[in-house]
């Protein structure tokens, strides 16, 4: 008898101990979860308004302020997407530098000897701040991502590369909010300077973990820079539709006709969407002809910042 | 012993406790956040759809009207509205009762809503939708009758209120505002029409079907005439060849549709085929074009007019690259000259002009304006 009774006092007493801890937990988070996506979370773009009120002495110092250095991280096996980038997106960085993890022909990019693709990102970092000149942005990504570098310009056009920034889709794993790999990472020139710094500490942030535990790339990406206060900010346009998506266009229409039917294209995407993961070269060159050539006569845009098309390319 | 099961009995219980707890708690904030907020959006946002609907399109006559020149948020259209308004298409589309769920109603939702009129071509009448029954027979030997009897439909009940007369699929899609641009250099009192040009079988060659072609008013008024005096006959279950025979006939012009730097506009394939495919030299399409194919990308010009063979998420992809997608500032490598008519409009003689052509010409040219005074050239 007394085992059953001190049974249900216990079950009594622990049902109360839960119902406290998540009160807690949630007045907690709730507090702090309010202020911290108020001062980090969500970056957009400026909105047109904003823009026109630029003189144009300023707006032609944004425009030299924000060209892009494109780091992309290539192997043997990608060559076929090396290629498609190489001959697509890539050009419109104002800098782009393949990194490879080892010589192969016909793949022409920086060779940094190198298996383990941690360790490659960090060489590459470390490589494009040492040769950026005046280049104050830095773009991250594998070949198998579509970037649209006009819109990345247009997203941190007013954002001040001598802050920290550490853009792209952001995910949470934990307490750590990091960004994904295969959508992009946008990393600002301090930011850059402070993660390598915390490269040299390795406690906080080790060039080679743990063997049998293994962080992926990101994550790991993402732990060094907030060691070093630098925390990941999702990067979507002014209706709230992220600009970052590491699905390809074909897949996130298909998933709009499910979700929308009855508005497929306005429900599915950003007009100034950045990245676009997992498109195969031949949906990869429809994508540059759709973004940089088709369009419906006499509809314009006026922007008040143009940006020129690049030199001996014929598919844009 | 007896001691030891009291406390472990306690211990159990208090793990059991908050287990359960947690358990319930979770259930009930997740139901809470499943909850009724959901049908509520759902249901207003329907009533917001068809109110829409209703602002932009008039149902008449079995016809769809265009009411609004649809506009996108942050564009200055003006120009677009002026060649809304001055060349005006009647878009009909050739389809069938099996159809209308699988492809008819995304070309509904998607390139249709560009044209003046929309006209949906079936062998059945249904006023929902709407479309048009022509007491045909549907299969690919019908096709013809089905277009002759689709024009004469269109000539007859909306004659009046186009002056170009566009056929399509199904399964084309087409940029209704680059079919203007062309247009617009034209006058539609000539007999003429545009498409794919292809060479074989007649000497001014004839236009693919599956690409879509345009006649102009008088290239319409000649056809239902050549029906009536017997010049052109309906023998031959080839649709497009059969029409171009008869336009050849009875005196319409096979036009030149390409673009300035002689790029092809209508398309008969996909985009991916026409970019980045390579034909097998034995494959028929090399015999049939009527100017030299081109394959990647200069196969097509930056103002396309259609495509071909377009499955539904195609079609959502290609409104989505179209009116949508674009790069922030992009100065485009290809800037095509002003059509006939808006060059007219901006250089009228002085006793013929109207109080609306100063006002569409004063729209221009403040955009032109504000084009120069706002843009700042950043070379990469």
Redesign the interface.
Known sequence: MSEGSSFMKGMILGGIFCLVISLFETFNSGTHSEGHEHLHHHLKPLSKDELQKLSLSQMSDLALQVQVYCLIMVTPRLLLHWATANDTWSKHCDKSVFYTSESSKALEAFDLQEQDEWVRIRKAIKHAYENAGDLRWFFLARPTTFAIIENLKYLVLDKDPSQPFYIGHTEKSGELDYVEYDSGIVLSYEAMRRLIEMFKDEDKCPERGHALWKMPEEKQLATCLKYSGVFAENGEDAQGKSLFNKKSVSTLISDSMGQNPADVVEACCSDMAITFGGMNPSQIQVLMYGVYRLRPYGHDFQDSLTFLPPKDSDND | M?AL???S??????????????VL?RQVGFTRSLGSPEPETHDTS?LE?IEEENKNWKKERSALFNLNHPH?T??????????YKRVRILCWVMTGPKNLEKKARHVK??WSR?CNIVVFISSVDDPDFPTVGLNTKEGRDQLYWKTIRAFHYVMEKHGDEADWFLKADDDTYV????L??ILASHSPEDPLYFGRRFKPYVKQGYMSGGAGYVLSKEALRRFVEGFRTKVCTHTSSVEDLALGQCMEKIGVVAGDSRDTIGRETFHPFV??SH??GTFPKTFWYWNYCYYPIVQ???C?S???VSFHYMD??HM???????????????????Q?PEPKIIQDLNAPAPDKVEAGDIEERLGVEK?EE??KS???????
Request: negative net charge; glycine residues 8%; hydrophobic residues 35%.
């Open positions: 007896k099961g009291v406390r009995a306690f211990y159990v219980g208090f793990v059991v406790g908050t287990c359960t707890l947690y708690l329907l759809m996108h942050g564009e200055n259209g003006a120009l677009a509205d002026t060649l939702a998607t560009h940029v209704v505002d680059n203007r641009w985009p991916e970019l980045t990647g990308p200069q097509c930056d103002l396309a539904s998420s959502y992809l290609l409104e989505y690259y179209t009116y949508h997608l674009r790069a922030f500032g992009y100065k485009y490598r290809y095509p955009q504000e084009e706002h843009e700042l050239n950043v070379k990469l």
